[in-house]
Nanobody, 114 residues
Framework: QVQLVESGGGLVQAGGSLRLSCAAS????????MGWYRQAPGKQRELVAV??????YYAASVRGRFTISRDNAKNTVFLQMNSLKPEDTAVYYC?????????WGLGTQVTVSS
């Protein structure tokens, strides 16, 4: 069983920055993929950034503003979010795929005011 715990969300003004963290209960080396999704009110959950076997992948809407990184020793993945926009407002979820199963954290709210 994999447990994922997000932290770092909050309220920030447009143009500001936040860093999200996702701590995993297991070794992130063993995960097929690990990354971040988000869900805004009334919208479907969407991919933000993820580590794959080919390296990091970013959604077009965040490319150049967000950076995904990892600390393997601490089994933690980060999402550095810069130049935040009101349309980035959403609940951000950590996701890991392991042994063909999807695991999700409970999410952390990010609100960007204009």
């Amino acid at each position: 069983q994999v447990q994922l715990v997000e932290s770092g969300g909050g309220l920030v003004q447009a143009g500001g920055s936040l860093r999200l963290s996702c701590a995993a209960s297991g070794s992130i080396f063993s995960f097929n993929t690990m990354g971040w999704y988000r869900q805004a009110p009334g919208k479907q959950r969407e991919l933000v950034a993820v580590f794959t076997s080919s390296g990091p992948y970013y959604a077009a809407s965040v490319r150049g503003r967000f950076t995904i990184s990892r600390d393997n020793a601490k089994n933690t993945v980060f999402l550095q979010m810069n130049s935040l926009k009101p349309e980035d407002t959403a609940v951000y979820y950590c996701n890991a795929v392991y042994s063909a199963r999807n695991y999700w954290g409970l999410g952390t709210q990010v609100t960007v005011s204009s």
